[in-house]
């Protein structure tokens, strides 16, 4: 037998021990190993029950994903088949689980017969998560064992519950006190179990309670996920499963079952979701950050500025449980900035989130000052003031003069450069950017902008703060933008001028929202407020390189003073929550090609996607030669997770080459024949596109 499952037996009981670190993945040697286990304990007479357990700790983290891209998940014996013959063994079988129960991790505990855990084990089927559904019997057995309203929503919302969650669902039969021992817990359960006589149970004789359910239960909850399940391929196959699980005998069920996670694994969507899981533990591998790195310890954080940013920043450590000082120059904008904090908990706890003494908690963590000379003990210090240089270099060198020595100095800009704002200081190894994305208290997303002398300590250090605070922390280097904004200029000029070639504010919305977006350019440039991407491109007018039409319909707008939402007009005009046409923005338009000599045509809505994409594309590639960017994947997490671009494309690079680079390069060197000037200015393909396009590769080879 291999080691990857260790088989020893004690009286009448037999123990099979997952042993495969970290986290006993359901690779081909675990299932091989657990298979012969079980065949060696049923055919030992000596033996009347079966331990399942874990040697390493955690119970089971699920299959190896890494076997899905190999193909390698069809080597034989097939999970399903190992579990159904753990469920069809005539003798007990308890499993023993501490830590994680995860996707096949639960799987296997759910074809044993019975369920020991310990009260920190988390257990639940995520697979949704990597496009797929749970292949080997979830979908089947946990209807049987949890009831059908309870396993369709831990299946379809892939979210796992607790110990004494899942005993109260039903299936989990004991929950033991910290500190004990769960190989011992499962062991006496045994015994107690041998001498009740207690049989062995097997899942097909399980019924399915459907009658209890309303005969419209299926569509009504089909309506309550719509929404945030837009575009998904596997949240529906998980309820077809599910609804398989009401109507059919389990082993027909499971047939079902496998038909549909067949579907599913060999979709682009599959591969993109599980690009994004792989991309997730990349991103926190940093060139030049060895493994070994101390990080500096971090208990005092000092925020600047109290505005939007400043207040969101604050609640994230304030959430975690850190000591924060908020500080603010203007006392109004500090008093209004806490007023804000205390309001937005104060929500959250009216809908049930948290308890008023939570609430106090995290203000008690909470004090304000105007006063640099309060903050010199902080260890970590975020400035949010204005998006200014000269009042970031102050901001700076007064901290420079204020702060400890070995204080982590950040800056949350979005355009600045850190470089220079680090020299503000005499200590530029200890500056870095924090970029958040506004909400900043909401959105998960962290830009980490490694400035030319960071220091790998202080990036060690935010990473790990980053995890405190419960953020996807992304590696990028200094440009204007980084990554996110970076990538985010091409998409919106060619948006705009779009907009003056023919295509209309609604056109163009439609198509990104068709692709996945959840709001078109014109939408989202409304809801930011167009004086922002006005006044930036005042700040930085290297962006147009000379294009005089660049943003043009932006700039008439602006002179307006339609904003956006929040003025009412903008692209669109707003009247309360309803949204309609604008319709002078046709008449600017034409007056704006006018002006810059660009005929008016039909615009195709292909061209729409491929012009507002492939340019975004290009600007990635760019930045992963300039070594912005360490990966493509940190691309993707960044795009998906501060952009709304479709989780389930996988982000633009992954959606690259997914579509293939070729089309890609060869598209981009149409536009850039049919534009002209303007084709020959901005379609110009990054020279990594076109090596790895000639040499037949994806990003994924950088
Ligand atoms: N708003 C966003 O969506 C967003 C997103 C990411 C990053 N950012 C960046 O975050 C920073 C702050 O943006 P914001 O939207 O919160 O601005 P804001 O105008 O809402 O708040 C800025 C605050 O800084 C204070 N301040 C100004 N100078 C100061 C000084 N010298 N010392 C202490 N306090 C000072 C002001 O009184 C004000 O309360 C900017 O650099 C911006 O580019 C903003």
């Known amino acids: 037998m291999s080691d990857s499952v260790i088989y020893k ?14 986290v006993n993945g359901l690779g081909q040697a675990v299932r091989q190993g657990l298979s012969d286990g ?41 999970l399903p088949q190992v579990f159904n013959q753990i469920d069809a063994s005539s003798k007990p079988v308890i499993a023993a689980i501490d830590g994680l129960a995860l996707g096949g991790g639960l799987e296997l505990a759910l074809a044993c017969d019975y369920r020991v855990a310990t009260n920190k084990a988390k257990l639940g089927l995520p697979e949704v998560h990597l496009g797929i559904l749970p292949g080997a019997g979830g979908t089947q057995r946990l209807p049987r064992l949890a009831g059908i309203a309870n396993a369709l929503q831990m299946i379809v919302s892939g979210t796992p519950v607790s110990a004494q969650q899942a005993q109260q669902l039903g299936f989990v039969d004991l929950v033991v006190k910290e500190g004990e021992d769960v190989i011992t817990a499962a062991t ?57 699980a009401c109507v059919l005998p389990l082993v027909d069920g499971l047939k079902k079952e496998g038909e549909l996670f067949l ?7 599959a591969r993109a979701q599980q690009h994004l899981f792989f991309a997730e533990r990349a991103a926190g591998k940093v060139p030049g950050v060895a493994k070994d790195t101390q990080a500096r310890p971090v208990k005092k954080v000092a925020v600047i500025g109290s ?41 959250t706890a009216k809908k049930g989130k948290l308890t008023g003494q939570q609430v106090e908690q995290r203000m008690g963590l909470l004090t304000t000052s105007t006063q640099y000379s309060d903050i010199q003990d902080a260890d970590l210090v975020i400035e949010a003031v204005f998006e200014k240089m000269d009042v970031k270099k102050a ?22 450069d850190v470089n220079e704002i680090a020299e503000a200081t005499s200590r530029p190894q200890d500056v870095i950017g924090l970029h958040f994305f506004s909400p900043a208290n909401v959105m998960r997303l962290l830009e980490v902008v490694r400035a030319e002398k960071t220091s790998p300590d202080v990036i060690k250090t935010v990473l790990g703060c980053a995890a405190k605070i419960k953020k996807l922390p992304v590696v990028v280097g200094v440009c204007f933008g980084f990554v996110g904004n970076r990538m985010l200029e091409p998409y919106g000029r060619e948006a705009l001028r779009l907009l003056l070639e023919g295509a209309t504010p609604e056109q163009i919305d439609r198509v990104l929202t068709e692709f996945g977006f959840p709001m078109g350019f014109c939408s989202m440039i409304d809801l930011a407020g167009n004086d922002i991407s006005y006044l930036t491109r005042q700040a930085h007018p290297e962006v147009t390189q000379g294009d005089p039409s660049y943003g043009a319909l932006v700039d008439s707008l602006y002179e307006l003073g339609h904003y956006g939402q929040k003025t009412g007009c903008g692209f ?12 002078d923005v046709i008449t600017l338009a034409e007056q704006a090609a006018f002006k810059h000599g660009i005929t008016r045509r039909e615009i195709s809505d292909q061209e729409v996607l491929e012009r507002c994409l492939y340019p975004l594309i290009n600007e990635g590639a760019l930045i992963l030669e300039e070594g912005i960017a360490a990966r493509a ?26 579509i293939g680079l070729t089309n890609v390069l060869n598209a981009l060197n149409k536009y850039k024949e049919q534009l002209g000037e303007y084709g020959e200015r901005w379609f110009k393909p990054a020279p990594l596109l076109q090596k790895l396009a000639t040499d037949g590769k994806s990003f994924n080879a950088v």
């Open 395 to 416: 901001v700076f060198k007064t901290l420079d003069e204020c702060c400890k020595p070995g204080a982590i100095l950040a800056t949350n800009t979005s355009t600045l």
């Open 633 to 658: 994947s940190d691309c993707d997490l960044i795009y998906v997770n501060g952009y709304g671009f479709p989780a389930w494309r996988g982000g633009p690079m992954q959606y690259a080459n997914e």
């Open 188 to 244: 006496n359960y045994a015994e107690q179990l041998l001498a009740q006589q207690a049989p062995a149970l097997n899942c097909a004789d399980m019924p399915v309670d459907r009658e209890s359910l309303p005969s419209d239960y299926f569509a009504e909850f089909r309506k309550s996920i719509e929404r945030k399940t837009r575009g998904f391929y596997a949240p529906e196959r998980c309820i077809q499963a599910v609804e398989a």
């Open 307 to 347: 505005g939007t940013m400043g207040g969101g920043i604050v609640m994230n450590f304030l959430n975690a449980g850190f000591a924060t000082t908020m500080l603010d120059l203007n006392a109004q904008a500090l008093e209004r900035g806490v007023g804000v904090i205390r309001k937005n908990y104060e929500i």
């Open 38 to 78: 079980f065949a060696q304990a049923s055919q030992d007479n000596t033996i009347k029950a079966i331990v399942v357990g874990s040697n390493i700790g955690p119970f089971c983290g699920g299959a190896d994903i890494a076997e899905f891209s190999a193909g390698t998940f069809a080597d034989k014996p097939l």
């Open 263 to 269: 579907e599913c694994i060999n979709t682009p969507q």
């Open 9 to 22: 037996t004690q009286g009448q009981i037999a123990y099979l021990l997952l042993n495969s670190a970290p």
């Open 572 to 583: 669109y005009q707003y009247n309360g929550r309803d949204k309609s046409a604008n319709p």
